[in-house]
């Protein structure tokens, strides 16, 4: 399934910095980060392949070795599932993902700075 995520950013160090943009009801579960920004006419259409791996209060997406900080769309929503673990789905319901699976998602990079958040350098990830 490709999902409509925003934008990945490069810098996993960002998650205690970076300010959701929504101003909506919670979208995920106390101690989870989980940014989402206004739905817009229009993405960046890159694919990216990976896995969803949630750490330090974060939920990344990991592949080759790095792993991207994920801004959601409004309407999606994490929560958890039976087991514990964390689960996003879409504004109608339907999976994207869950902690530990394969995803495959749409979006583009982007500098943490242009979207409200710092840099701040982490063990294993690229700044």
Same mark, same amino acid.
């Given at each position: 399934?490709?999902?409509?995520?925003?934008?990945?950013?490069?810098?996993?160090?960002?998650?205690?910095?970076?300010?959701?943009?929504?101003?909506?009801?919670?979208?995920?579960?106390?101690?989870?980060?989980?940014?989402?920004?206004?739905?817009?006419?229009?993405?960046?259409?890159?694919?990216?392949?990976?896995? *969803?791996?949630?750490?330090?209060?974060?939920?990344?997406?990991? /592949?080759?070795?790095?792993? %991207?900080?994920?801004? %959601?769309?409004?309407?999606?929503? /994490?929560?958890?599932?039976?087991?514990?673990?964390?689960?996003?789905?879409?504004?109608?319901?339907? *999976?994207?993902?869950?902690?530990?699976?394969?995803?495959?998602?749409?979006?583009?990079?982007?500098?943490?700075?242009?979207?409200?958040?710092?840099?701040?350098?982490?063990?294993? *990830?690229?700044?």
């Amino acid at each position: 399934m490709i999902g409509r995520v925003i934008a990945l950013l490069v810098a996993g160090g960002v998650c205690p910095f970076l300010v959701a943009c929504s101003d909506a009801g919670p979208v995920a579960p106390p101690g989870v980060f989980f940014p989402t920004v206004p739905i817009e006419d229009a993405y960046p259409a890159a694919e990216i392949e990976g896995r *969803l791996v949630a750490e330090d209060g974060c939920i990344y997406l990991t /592949a080759s070795g790095e792993r %991207w900080l994920l801004l %959601w769309p409004d309407g999606y929503l /994490a929560s958890r599932d039976s087991q514990g673990g964390i689960q996003v789905t879409t504004d109608d319901g339907s *999976l994207v993902g869950r902690e530990g699976g394969s995803v495959r998602l749409g979006g583009g990079e982007t500098r943490p700075d242009e979207v409200g958040g710092a840099l701040q350098p982490k063990h294993g *990830l690229r700044v």
